[in-house]
C-alpha cells in the first residue's frame, strides 16, 4: 500500500524519501562519494533525511553525525540504527539554529538539495 504521509518541511511524499527508495536513489552518487571517504574519519550529513547516506558513510569506516529537522524521517534512521547495531548519531533539528559540539569535519554532506527548503530571510537577504 502507497505511503502517503509527508514531510512537513516542503511537503516531500515520505514514499521518495523512505531509506528503501533513497539507497536506491543515492546508488549511482556513491561512486563519487567513496573516493572521500576513509575510515576513521568525522562525517557530518546535514538534512540526512532517513539516513541512507550516513549508512553508507558509516559503512565506509566514518564516524557519522546526523541532523535532519524531520522526527517522521529521523524516526525511520533511528530504528534502521538499532536494527543494525549503528553507531551514527541522529539528532533530530533545525540545522540553522543547531550548536554543534564538534566544530571540525572532516567531511560533511548535503544531499538531496534541502537549501532550497531554508527560509531565506536567514540568510540574511
Ligand atoms: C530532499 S530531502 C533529502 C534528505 C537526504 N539528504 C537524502 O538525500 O535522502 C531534504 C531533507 O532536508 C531536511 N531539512 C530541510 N530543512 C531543514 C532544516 N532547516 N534543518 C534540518 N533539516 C532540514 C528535510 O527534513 C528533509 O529530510
Same mark, same amino acid.
Given at each position: !500500500?502507497? $505511503? $502517503? /504521509? ?11 524519501? *523512505?531509506?528503501?527508495? /533513497?539507497?536506491? =536513489? ?8 567513496? %573516493?572521500?571517504?576513509?575510515?576513521? !574519519?568525522?562525517?557530518? $550529513? &546535514?538534512?540526512?533525511?532517513?539516513? #541512507? +547516506? +550516513?549508512?553508507? &558513510? ?6 557519522? *553525525?546526523?541532523? $535532519?529537522? =524531520? @522526527?517522521?524521517?529521523?524516526?525511520? #534512521?533511528? *530504528?534502521? +540504527? ?16 543547531? /550548536?554543534?559540539? *564538534? ?10 538539495? %534541502?537549501?532550497?527548503?531554508? @527560509?531565506?530571510? /536567514?540568510?540574511?537577504?
Amino acid at each position: !500500500m502507497a $505511503d $502517503d /504521509r509527508y514531510v512537513p518541511v516542503f511537503n516531500w511524499p515520505i514514499g521518495e524519501l *523512505t531509506l528503501s527508495e /533513497r539507497t536506491k =536513489s543515492l546508488a549511482p552518487l556513491w561512486e563519487h562519494i567513496a %573516493p572521500l571517504v576513509q575510515p576513521g !574519519m568525522r562525517a557530518l $550529513d &546535514l538534512c540526512c533525511g532517513s539516513g #541512507a +547516506a +550516513a549508512f553508507r &558513510l558509516e559503512d565506509a569506516g566514518a564516524a557519522v *553525525t546526523a541532523i $535532519d529537522s =524531520s @522526527p517522521l524521517l529521523i524516526g525511520e #534512521a533511528r *530504528t534502521e +540504527a538499532a536494527r543494525r547495531n549503528s553507531a551514527v548519531e541522529f539528532i533530530q533539528a533545525d540545522v540553522l539554529d543547531y /550548536r554543534f559540539e *564538534t566544530v571540525a569535519w572532516d567531511l560533511a554532506l548535503v544531499l538531496g538539495n %534541502p537549501i532550497i527548503d531554508f @527560509p531565506p530571510e /536567514r540568510f540574511g537577504g
